[in-house]
């Protein structure tokens, strides 16, 4: 038995305690120097965070689901999907990790469909930000993927905190980044249940005065923004539309719309950014003033 090892095992009780389930394994008997490096910490418990709990089975294996399922697959459909092809044993072909479906019998992502599965509801602790972007809304959020939100079902949406401000959203998840990388918004102009919203639930600190939307859309794309801003006086507004001032540029192969929404005569502490038209919405940031 080599010095190594031997002043391992023959350490004082005081030191770390090897966990309950802890045994030897084969790997550490062949490798003494596995003890010469490690041995110390080897066989201490797992350990368990005060702050932050533990992901579910579901939200561990969404980080590395090569992309969302749709429910309505079937044998047959025509389907394209962006991404790298690669063997898995060598011999099973494969989509890597960040591959997408922007297409799906006749239907492209452009027109807000996304997956059905694998999304998430809650939210985070809140950031502090000069603006809302995708990094501003839940961590676990999905990419091209609303999950199970519907928009009929408050307890299915998703909730986070910006600039100490509690906002709530359905039919919202993050945008590839072909699309952007931003914040994505289902879009429908005649059926409800795919047209995604945004509203803070609780109150701006003072009446808002203006909000700007920057919005990225690529140039390969056949939509132009279409959506409505309501403000109001209560949560989650959606009679008072305010019409903004837009311009736009190219960009790195993206058309970037800068639109601004004067709420300085709306007495409004609420507002909601509702897509009802045809075409998914890709928000790059949202300032608020």
Sequence with gaps: MDNARKNIETKPESGPKPGPESKPGPDREADPRVFERYGDILDLPHHESDHHPHLSKEQRAAQFSPFAALTDLSVGDEVIVCGKVQNYSGNTPEYASGSYLVYHNGQTADEGEGGEEGGDEG?????????????????????????????????????????????????????????????????????????????????????????????KVATSSTYDPSYTLYAGSEAHPTTTAITPASQSEEVDGFRVYTQVFDLANASAKYFTIANDQAGALYIDKIYVE
């Excluded at 939210?123 to 939100?149: K, R, V």
């Excluded at 995604?196 to 203006?210: E, H």
């Design 123 to 215: 939210g985070d602790e809140g950031t502090t930000s000069e603006y809302m972007s995708i990094a501003s809304l839940p961590s676990n959020i999905t990419t091209n993927s609303y999950g199970t939100q519907k928009v009929a079902d408050e307890s299915t949406w998703l909730s986070w905190t910006w600039n100490e401000v509690t906002f709530k959203g359905a039919r919202v998840c993050k945008a590839t980044d072909s699309n952007g990388g931003g914040i994505q918004v289902q879009g429908n102009a005649s059926d409800a249940s795919k047209q995604g919203f945004i509203f803070n639930s609780s109150a701006w600190s003072a009446n808002i005065q203006k909000i700007t939307i920057i919005l």
